[in-house]
């Protein structure tokens, strides 16, 4: 049984205090195209590398259809991987992931709007090098102020211009940041009040961007108001927005870099899966996200290009946070017994047509932090029923669980039969559920604010190429009222763990630091890691250059129209 409530919560609320702000972090918010990858779709699975598709033609309009309407775009106060898609054809950071290669585990960082950088040797400064010559859309020079500008406007209390909401979505960026000083007209110097061996990652992510907004934008709209005038200096400019119908983006034929191939791009919200796939058969769209997974063989076999990630490097975990304050969730053996009764495999085969992989560890791929032979809790009723035993429920539980999760939304894949399916694998075990299912915007502040009383677990989907993402999901620090431990789980060694990688430097030694803390997360039960998803994208034949790069984001400027 499922119960839809869309009214349950107010989908955006006001932005408190620092610390209450920070609730809000998320709220509001492979392969190349080629072959077929998946099992039983036919043909050998593409290479990793780009593929060469004949040479780029300039010119035409590209239509995408997305899985939901996207946030606010003001990069500094969005978050979701569907509005980051958006965001980063618009506005760039100091240093920027490459997207034009499939063929790596984790995005190489390459300059941006900074053409260098350095680090001192203890950590506890970044001077950046802007790049001469950029200009926002409206003119307005990038140089050092306009970079000092925005970091302040993200971190900076004291600043005319400093903007809760964006402070909020980028907190885990600058929370060692200490100050911005201005070196030269060309250079800033970001000075740390400790070493933050993840510090550059952050930046990059698209959990609250870091992307460089038109200081002269901010002033005319405010810094509340600029993301209805959206001006960066990306290789696209903002032209029009229609709410839950597009946003509209031309070619910046002032671009500093790469210039696009194609004209314009049109994203179109569409959150139902049927209409993506009937939008795409009419023409109406040229490629669209998150296909049905019964869908994907039929449009292959029309001609249409499959591009999914042949490897477990998309940095996506579609999990469950329990929540530790449940006194029947306190006993291991029961969060143990419950991790032993899902049959994840036959989730990833079955419901999702191994569009997914099953997850193993609570950590994301795509990150260094990743390990991809670590395994546990495999599928095993009898162990299940064991442990339910052990724990003094032999006949199961007397009680109701409850399960939150939300309809659809950013990377959430198909959230109520995915929920639905472990409803059926727990009643094995004698655990009867219930699942409250709620509008995406609604649901994400209801998971900000943490499990509530009276309810078992909250599903979520997240993940970074940044390995300091299981920091915040997972320190008791970080439990809420805050972000993101909605499960209120807390170890002390894995919080020594996650500390200690934090000011760590190398990132061999780091990544060694969260993969321990991971598999501690892992042997207390606290979180339940369903799936990894392998980013289905399905895309007209005439669409070429796609490149499907281990991030959860595409580079648009590399795709071109053989029209």
């Known amino acids: ?223 509340d108001k600029v993301a209805e005038h959206p001006i960066g200096t990306g290789p696209f400019k903002f032209v029009e927005r229609v709410q839950n119908e597009k946003i509209v983006l031309d070619r910046n034929e002032s671009y500093w870099g790469h210039k696009p191939y194609v004209d314009r791009i049109i994203f179109r919200p569409m959150p139902e899966p049927a209409a993506r796939v009937n939008a795409l058969r009419a023409g109406e769209v040229d490629f669209i996200a998150v296909p049905p997974p019964d869908s994907i063989q039929s449009l292959v076999d029309a001609g249409y290009t499959l591009s999914i990630a042949e490897t477990r490097n998309v940095p996506h975990i579609w999990y469950i946070h329990l929540n530790m304050k449940d006194p029947t969730l306190q006993d291991v053996r029961i969060r143990k017994a419950i991790q032993h009764a899902i049959d994840k495999e036959g989730m990833a085969t079955s419901l999702l047509g191994d569009t997914v992989y099953r997850a193993e560890g609570l950590q994301a791929p795509g990150n260094l932090s990743f390990d991809p032979d670590f395994t546990i809790y495999p599928y095993d009723v009898d162990q299940a029923k064991a442990l339910m035993a052990e724990a003094g429920h032999a006949d199961g539980l007397d009680q109701q669980l409850v399960f939150q999760t939300s309809t659809a939304g950013s990377g959430q894949l198909l959230p109520v039969p995915m929920m639905e399916w472990i409803q059926r694998d727990l009643e094995q075990i004698g655990i009867k559920s219930k699942i409250d299912a709620f509008e995406w915007i609604t649901y994400i502040g209801m998971w900000s604010d943490g499990v509530p009383d009276g309810v078992h677990g909250m599903q979520f989907s997240w993940g970074q190429s940044s390995g300091y993402w299981l920091d915040f999901t997972t320190n008791s620090a970080n439990a809420t009222p805050g972000c993101c431990n909605v499960g209120s789980y807390s170890n002390p060694k894995v919080d020594e763990l996650l500390n200690a990688a934090f000011s760590e430097l190398d990132d061999t030694k780091r990544a060694d630091l969260y993969k321990q803390a991971d598999k501690l997360i892992m042997e207390d039960a606290a979180f339940i890691p369903v799936v990894n998803d392998r980013a289905p994208y399905i895309m007209a034949p005439d669409v070429k250059g796609f490149v499907h790069a281990p991030e959860e984001a595409f580079d648009l400027t590399l795709v071109w129209l053989d029209r």
Not at 59 to 69: N, P, R
Not at 91 to 101: A, G, T, V
Not at 142 to 157: G, Q, S, T, V, Y
Not at 199 to 212: A, D, E, H, K, S
């Open 1 to 223: 049984m499922v119960v839809r409530n869309a009214d349950a919560l107010a989908a955006m609320r006001s932005i408190h205090a620092h610390r209450l702000s920070r609730r809000r972090l998320l709220q509001a918010a492979g392969a190349t195209a080629g072959a077929a990858a998946l099992a039983g779709l036919g043909g050998p699975a593409p290479s990793m590398a780009r593929v060469v598709q004949g040479e780029p033609k300039q010119g035409g309009t590209l239509i995408y259809a997305m899985e939901s309407e996207a946030d606010i775009l003001d990069p500094q106060g969005a978050s979701g991987w569907v509005t980051w898609r958006v965001h980063r054809h618009i506005f760039e950071p100091l240093i920027n992931q490459d997207l034009s290669r499939s063929d790596v585990a984790q995005p190489p960082l390459i300059p941006g709007l900074a053409e260098s950088w350095e680090m001192s040797p203890d950590g506890l400064s970044y001077t950046f090098k802007l790049r001469p010559g950029v200009t926002f859309h409206d003119g307005t020079p990038l140089d050092a102020e306009a970079a000092k500008f925005n970091i302040d406007r993200m971190m900076n209390p004291d600043f005319e211009f400093y903007n809760e909401r964006a402070a909020a979505f980028t907190y885990f960026c600058w929370l060692a940041t200490k100050e911005v000083q201005i070196v030269d007209p060309m250079t800033i110097r970001v000075v740390q009040n400790r070493p933050f061996g993840e510090f550059l990652n952050q930046m990059v992510q698209g959990t609250g961007g870091t992307g460089m907004i038109s200081p002269a934008a901010i002033k005319q709209y405010g810094s």
